[in-house]
């Protein structure tokens, strides 16, 4: 039960702004749009979450299109620390459980 | 900045041992989860924990699984009677409540079952 579509893998250039894509064409009011990355085997690290307006932080950007149905995650300024499975995950407002896809590989090269 | 920590950091056990794995979440968390990622698949919900009972379990949880927050600090994760294919890492993570509101994870406990 896919909520989302991410592309399996994407590489980036270091310093350069990496660009991540994500559908979720049936995100419904009450759904907030969460993205994590995993390094390697460690455990889930939260990067941003947003509703509908975009939102930015330390880390990483979040745009979020008008009619909500996808979402882009910018990492500004990419370094090889940031190759990772980035996850982009819709989470309905009270819900417990964070449903993890297969995500993006996203590698970032010298 | 507060993290939740694992420990062990890697357990290896018997067929049909016992295991206990442990957690201590962000000192102010309500809210307390377990997830398991078998290698090379997605990490998966196991359940989730709240004023001292299960709020939500997954059907991966089952009875030879329980939880348990034994102090003021610690959230454990038993597996009564271990399987092979109980092998997987298992994360830990809190929150300050449900709903949008971050789930922070610890590094996780690399299980493995001989």
């Known amino acids: 039960d896919a909520k989302t579509t991410q592309p399996p893998s994407m590489d980036c250039a270091e310093g350069r702004a990496a660009n991540l894509p994500c559908n979720h064409s049936?995100?419904?009011?009450?759904?907030?749009v969460y993205w994590y990355r995993q390094i390697h085997s460690q455990g889930p690290q939260y990067i941003i979450h947003g509703l509908k307006n975009n939102e930015t932080n330390e880390m990483a950007s979040l745009i979020i299109t008008e009619d909500r149905k996808s979402s882009t995650l910018i990492l500004p300024h990419a370094t090889l620390r940031d190759t990772a499975v980035y996850y982009c995950i819709v989470r309905v407002v009270n819900d417990y459980k964070l449903s993890f896809g297969a995500g993006t590989t996203v590698t970032v090269r010298a | 900045e507060p993290e939740v920590t694992q420990t062990p950091s890697h357990q290896v056990t018997q067929m049909g041992q016992e295991v206990i794995l442990r957690c201590v979440p962000i000192s102010n968390h309500l809210y307390f989860y377990w997830y398991r990622q078998i290698l090379g698949q997605k990490v998966e919900f196991l359940v989730s924990f709240y004023n001292n009972e299960i709020s939500e379990k997954s059907e991966i949880f089952d009875d030879q699984f329980s939880v348990e927050r034994p102090d003021g600090s610690n959230f454990t994760l038993k597996i009564r009677s271990t399987k092979l294919e109980d092998s997987a890492m298992y994360f830990c993570?809190?929150?300050?409540?449900?709903?949008?509101?971050?789930?922070?994870f610890g590094p996780g406990t690399r299980l493995t079952v001989l």
């Open positions: 049936t995100i419904s009011g009450n759904e907030y």
């Open positions: 993570a809190s929150s300050g409540s449900s709903g949008r509101v971050t789930q922070y």
